[in-house]
């Protein structure tokens, strides 16, 4: 259940959930880096493809600052690649061998025969495991742009105070506009206040409305102006009032409608909208089908550059190549668009670095023979 409500805050549902303990403190660094790589963008393009371009800069951001850890994945892929000839002697050897003692030995020479050529086979995960948290943090920035971009949270916080200063019978038909998006958001039995009795809900909820919601909108606030009283009240209760507004100038529908024209203009990007899922119609369905496909020559290469220890491994690897694009469609098409974005920008990124670092280990094999 959801109420519109002006001046009454019911016990309601807070929609703003914030990464945790651990993921926070990462999320707001990345968070700040994105914020910057935004206003850099802006500053260079405007309002158009604002987003887009953002988050093509942060994976790029990333995928540097991870530089030197896939360097040290690759050179313990090289290694385990040196050693390779002599394990697989030493597999060969016991092979078929299940008795426990022939086990231990052969665990043995293994970890001889690592030892001996400085290789350490669990030494290349270290980066991914590294990677994990930064994924998952920069996942949370990207799904809450509105949050850590200054000047989105800027632009939902003014349309937030001029919709919450509707007259109510105006207020009450937006209310039937924002409810599907309500209903995704929480349970049926939740009471969720917005408007005045809840700014930050209120943020959540248009965050979170698709574009026909917005059309609606639009048509809504030409029919009336808001109330100067109520505007005058929702300014000077909010915690934040962004630059510009003040209580005694109460802006119109024109105002509006340029804000929502802007914010649309920096979260589409070639006619996506990037914090809307990316779903299976065009022009959307095409970040996961570039998703899929980047990720497919991405684990082509990745692979070719690993030592699968045995058959069952080979078997595995084959397998990953056609799972894992196929999960990253899935993903694509379930969660925002910009997220989409991200995975494949990181991709390309990915075949970039993957075929440098394959080049250079390949060339320094001699030396090190």
Known sequence: MFENVFLTAPQSVELLNMPGAFLGPIASFLGMI??????????ITGDTLTLGLAIILITLIVKVLMFPLAIKSQKSMAGMRSVQPELKKIQDKY??????????KMSTEVSELYRKNNVNPLSGCLPMLVQLPILFALFQVLQRTHIYVT???????????????????????????????????????DTVAYGLANMENFVVILSNIYPDQWNAIREITTQTSIDPQLWATVVNSVEYVPAGLSAANAPDAG??????????????FFGINLIRNSGVALPGIIIPILSGITTFFTTKLTSAATVAADEKAQSQQKMML???????????????????LYWTAGNVFQLIQQVILNKYFTKAKPKEA
């Open 322 to 340: 056609y799972v894992m694009p196929a999960m990253m469609v899935f993903f694509a098409v379930t969660l925002p668009a910009g997220l989409g």
């Open 255 to 268: 105002w509006l409608n340029s804000l929502i024209t802007q914010k649309s203009n920096m979260e589409t």
């Open 95 to 104: 092979k078929g061998n299940n008795d426990p003692e022939a086990k231990r």
């Open 151 to 189: 000047d989105l949270g800027d632009i939902y916080t003014q349309i937030a105070m001029y919709l919450s200063a509707l007259p109510q019978d105006y207020f009450t038909q937006l209310g039937s506009v924002l409810a599907p998006t309500i209903n995704d958001l929480v349970s049926s039995t």
């Open 34 to 43: 994105f914020n910057f790589c935004f206003n850099l963008v802006q500053s």
